[in-house]
């Protein structure tokens, strides 16, 4: 790492030395593509290398809204992010998902504070013209994988950081966001850098094909590697017509698309006749080679996920704009929002907070809820809020927040499951400056100072360790908080409201949860029905919907509808949201029928052998006495356990899928613990 004048001398002399491309700062050359991005940040954004810098961080309710805003592109990319984390972890590295617009959203962080900078926390703004040249700003600006070792970057704030971001693409290939894999280690070799950057790319990557796929799930895709590491996907119909193209795929054929303005997918690669009948395809996979311009090209073709709607075309989406190319590389390009293929999806309705009405629809239990919480609102009894994942706890918390009056105070969330058991201190309860290692100089003040006056919402507290549940039953019970190393305690008046969707009175049992925190957090217990337990199931669907469809005015067809009332929801309201969205948008008329509707019918119960669900047909082998009959009852228990074992191998499976890929989710539906399901998908190699 170099000292801040060296620093400086080095991006101005080099970006010094880009010859300017006719003032167009947008153009990179690749061998420069540093220096490009320095004379940009000088030239084209007035940055000085030598002034001091402070990132910039959205609120978290604006970070909320961009999380929802970006809801599609998470649940895609989380499952994949979660995949390589493991393997990253291990040296230190971090792996964050950057916005189209530069903003981290969501991260899976390694937190040990040799390797982590807090700089990269969600909300954090990474765009190249707010943060200068950094990895995610500068792959979003050329749209290409970027590593940025430690002072490649434009700020000398950031040179003790290393990242590798390689773009991401949308079905429609628009650009849709960044992945980041980061450390922070002012030693870290440029080769290892080259290698998380191949990592970020693979990863991007696959988190692209899954969305295409889902997106041309009716039709027929055609994957083929393009140089080392990016694979073109084309979708087709049961008449080999294109119906979309990803990124790569565009970047390779542009010419010949925007020459022939092509629609079938023998102008593209020569006709093979041995592909007649698309239809005998079934669910297999074929390996071909495909003749284009005198080359033979590896394709390996497989059929669509789905099969298409009676009287609709293949695709699963209008094909308004699959001939489109993209511009090459560095010129100037459309803001994704405003590309003409991403014009083709309905738009997104706005999020807004619910109120506790919204919350409590016309199911009375839920009205019951909102009559108690009206009750003790204004004071500070503790609320606690109950029930299983994605049933709007959090969305309840926000609904009690803005109608107390504490509402013009902040509302400040802390999720005691996301931050490590390490950090729990420092982010809760504060500190002083310079209190320890790697502490910001100016300190912390911690949530709860944060939130004085206002509420303090504390999710998945069934999550918190019992060393920190110690501290918070004292400042629960004095009303103060003292920071590491900031000497004096300093009062604080709180709304807390506390939230988890784990049997505290079972965890007080097990010693797991401290009996007298328990009964101090639970002032107000409400407990929150899962969806499909709620009365009003149906007018939350249709609430839901209307939400959801941007005007359009879509309605369920009546087996849509029954579908979705049968359906048991383990991921409740979250799940709901996930599916309608999607089938919002593959909806190609006004009405939502079955075929758009991404869930599989309720979980089979009868012969599976999970968590604590009953076995049918008893499969414990019975004790025998020897010889035959015991060998034969061991042979006997040894199949039955097999087929127990491939039964619960069959049910994950099942409810993974349902539960689109959502760990959290699915451990609920099978009522196992997160940590009990990933030893399990760890045992039979699901990956999630
Ligand atoms: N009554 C409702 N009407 C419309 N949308 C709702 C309702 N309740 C919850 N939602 C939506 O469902 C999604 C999940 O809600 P929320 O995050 O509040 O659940 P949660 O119980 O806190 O989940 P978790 O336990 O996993 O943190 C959010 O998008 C939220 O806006």
């Known amino acids: 790492m170099l000292d801040l004048r060296s620093h ?10 880009l010859a300017p491309a006719a003032g167009d700062f947008n153009v990179p050359r690749a061998a420069d593509s540093m220096a490009a991005s320095w004379r940009r940040c000088m030239d084209g954004y007035s940055f000085d290398p030598g002034a001091k810098f402070r990132i910039e961080a959205v609120s978290d309710a604006e970070l909320r809204r961009q999380c929802e805003a970006n809801d599609e592109l998470i649940h895609y990319a989380r499952p994949e992010i979660d995949a390589l984390f493991g393997a990253v972890s291990v040296s230190g590295f971090s792996i964050s998902l950057g916005n189209v617009d530069g903003y981290i959203i969501t991260e899976r962080a390694n937190y040990h504070p040799d390797f982590y900078s807090e700089v990269e926390r969600p909300g954090t703004a990474w765009a190249e013209p707010s943060a200068g040249t950094n990895a995610i700003g500068t792959c979003l600006v050329e749209r290409r994988p970027v590593g940025v070792l430690t002072n490649d970057h434009f700020f000398y704030e950031f040179s003790a950081l290393s990242c590798a971001s390689a773009p991401l693409f949308g ?103 041995r592909l007649a009948d698309l239809s005998r395809l079934g669910g297999t996979e074929l390996t071909l080679h495909l003749q284009k311009g005198g080359d033979a090209i590896s394709v390996s073709l497989s059929g669509p996920l789905e099969a298409p709607a009676r009287g609709a075309s293949a695709g699963s989406r209008p094909a308004a704009t699959p001939f489109a190319a993209a511009p ?47 009750r003790v609102l204004g004071g500070s009894l503790p609320i606690l809020l109950l029930g299983e994942t994605g049933v709007g706890k959090d969305a309840f918390a926000r609904a009690i927040h803005e109608e107390s009056p504490r509402r013009a105070a902040p509302f400040v969330a802390f999720n005691c499951a996301s931050v490590p058991d390490t950090l729990i201190d420092s982010e809760l309860f504060g500190y002083g400056s310079g209190a320890f290692t ?125 579908l979705l009332m049968a359906h048991d929801w383990p991921g409740n309201v979250r799940e709901l949201r996930h599916a309608l969205n999607r089938a919002v948008h593959v909806c190609e008329g006004t009405v939502l029928g079955c075929e758009d509707i991404a869930i599989r019918p309720a979980f089979p119960a009868a012969g599976m052998a999970i968590g604590g669900w009953p076995v049918a047909g008893g499969v414990e ?18 199949s039955a356990r097999h087929a127990i074992a491939s039964a619960e ?12 890929g959502n760990v959290k989710a699915a451990a609920a539906a099978l009522q196992l613990s997160r940590a009990t399901l990933y030893r399990k998908l760890q045992r039979y190699g699901i990956s999630t």
């Open 649 to 660: 191998r069959e049910a994950i499976v099942a409810t993974l899928a349902r539960c689109g």
């Open 438 to 562: 790697g502490a910001r100089r100016e300190g912390n003040a911690g949530r709860l100072v944060e939130a004085d006056g206002g509420t303090l919402f504390l999710d998945e507290i069934g999550d918190m360790p019992v060393s920190q549940q110690t501290r918070l039953l004292h400042v629960l019970e004095s009303g103060e908080v003292t920071p590491l190393g900031a000497g004096k305690p300093r009062r604080v008046d709180l709304q807390v409201i506390a939230a988890t969707n784990q049997n505290l009175e079972a965890q007080v049992a097990r010693g797991q949860f401290r009996q007298d925190l328990y009964y101090r957090l639970a002032g107000a217990v409400i407990d929150i029905p899962a969806l499909r337990a709620r009365t009003d199931r149906r007018a939350l669907i249709e609430k839901v919907l209307s939400g959801l469809d941007a005007g359009r005015g879509l309605t369920l067809s009546p087996e849509a509808l029954a």
């Open 328 to 374: 090459p590389a560095g010129e100037a390009r459309p803001r994704p929002a405003a590309a003409p293929a991403a014009a083709a999806l309905p738009p997104r309705a706005a999020p807004r907070v619910l109120t506790l009405d919204d919350c409590a629809g016309s199911d009375a239990r839920m009205a019951a809820n909102v009559r108690l919480v009206r």
């Open 171 to 273: 079905p429609d290939a628009e650009l849709i966001g960044a992945i980041n894999i980061s450390i922070r280690n002012p030693e870290l070799q440029r080769e290892t850098l080259k290698v998380v950057l191949g990592l970020s790319s693979s990863l991007a990557d696959r988190i692209g094909e899954r969305m295409f796929r889902q997106a041309f799930r009716r039709c027929f895709i055609l994957k083929f590697a393009i140089g080392a590491v990016d694979h073109g996907l084309i979708a087709v119909d049961g008449d080999f017509q294109l119906v979309g193209l990803n990124h790569a795929a565009r970047d390779m054929l542009r010419d010949r698309i925007q020459l022939a303005r092509v629609r079938s997918l023998w102008a593209v690669f020569e006709r093979d006749h």
């Open 621 to 638: 082998a019975p004790a025998g006495e020897g010889g035959i009959a015991e060998a034969q009852a061991s042979a006997d228990a040894g």
């Open 8 to 17: 400086v001398a080095r991006i101005v002399t080099s970006a010094n030395q």
